[in-house]
């Protein structure tokens, strides 16, 4: 692990833009530029926004945690954590084969995944708490105090001070998440709370996410639907604008998601996908504190803020 100070932060235009927006280097740096909705889009009424800081660090994937102040932000072989709003580094760990973070969303605790597996970490240092916990699924609850890690057949969960175990629900799952205090597991293409999955026979999920305060997870399933799901209310489908999307995540109360893609990123509605914010020329994206969001690339990584909040 190392602490790094950050570099110089890259050059923006701070002037106000629709939240329909492509981000670009122009004469005057990096910049949005209003943009047409994707065809057949349904918008949802979203504030005038703004860059508001930029800086080098290259991303390929972002996960919020601490209440959305950090990110954690990875390339192959690379984690940062990320501090907002300057976005800079406060400390970089460099695990051989590094590929993915997911940070618990209310506290200093995050997931890493390497060559050698999955392993539970504390923030900023990156420092382990708890290591060789497989390949997964895995999970973290928004308060970092448990983790549910997939194995023999069997989801176990414990607790992340110590790894002891809290509880274990039989059957092989395709992926884990938790929203709120629960524990939710989705297997053939079912989705439910741990306690009561019956396996289904559908589309594998590819990947399960949950709201840090509300009973609700977001699931992507593997011929490209997404579904909401909830305590006492139906489930609910709809097809992403994001083309190929690679990576989703829930708001804290799991009524807005994010999308990521190779080409562009975007903040839904999570009942039925209707955009927020759509950046073209990122393919990251985190939600932060008081409506700001991070978008990053292989260029580097920016805050983008309401246009009340730009000054």
């Known amino acids: 692990m190392r602490r790094v100070v950050p570099p110089s932060r890259l050059r923006i235009r701070h002037g106000a833009c629709a939240a329909v927006c492509g981000l670009a280097h122009g004469p005057e740096g990096w ?26 660090y290259p991303t390929a994937g972002l996960s919020t945690t601490a209440r959305g102040t950090m990110v954690l932000s990875w390339t192959p072989g690379v984690v940062r954590c990320i501090v907002l709003p300057d976005l ?15 940070g618990a969303g209310r506290a200093n605790a995050a997931l890493l995944r390497a060559d050698d597996g999955w392993r539970a970490v504390v ?31 069997a989801t176990q969960v414990v607790a992340l001070a110590d790894g002891s175990p809290v509880a274990e629900y039989p059957g092989a799952v395709d992926a884990a998440a938790f929203a709120g205090d629960r524990l939710w597991l989705a297997a053939g293409g079912a ?21 840090a305060t509300a009973d609700r997870v977001l699931a992507l399933a593997a011929d490209g639907q997404v579904w909401r799901y909830g305590t006492n209310e139906p489930p609910c489908m709809w097809k992403p604008v994001i083309a190929d999307v ?16 190779p080409e562009a990123v975007a903040v ?14 990122a393919s990251s994206i985190a939600l932060a504190f008081a409506d700001r969001v991070v978008v990053g690339g292989d260029w580097g990584m920016a805050l983008i803020v309401p246009i009340e909040e730009s000054a």
């Open 268 to 281: 839904v509605r999570a009942r039925d996908g209707a955009i927020g914010l759509y950046v073209g020329g």
């Open 88 to 102: 800079a580094q406060a400390f970089e760990r460099r695990p051989p084969g590094a590929t993915e973070a997911r």
């Open 191 to 211: 989705v439910g709370p741990a306690e009561a999955l019956t396996p289904g026979t559908g589309a594998p999920v590819r990947s399960l996410v949950g709201a």
């Open 123 to 153: 923030l900023p240092s990156i420092g382990d708490r708890l290591a060789d916990l497989g390949p997964g699924p895995v999970a973290i609850s928004a308060d970092g105090r448990q983790v549910a890690l997939g194995d023999d057949g």
């Open 246 to 261: 690679t990576a989703i995540s829930l708001s804290e109360d799991g009524e807005w998601a994010t999308l990521a893609g």
């Open 31 to 56: 910049a949005l530029s209003e943009r047409p909705a994707p065809a057949g889009a349904t918008r949802v009424e979203w504030p005038l926004v703004a860059l508001s800081v930029a800086s080098p």
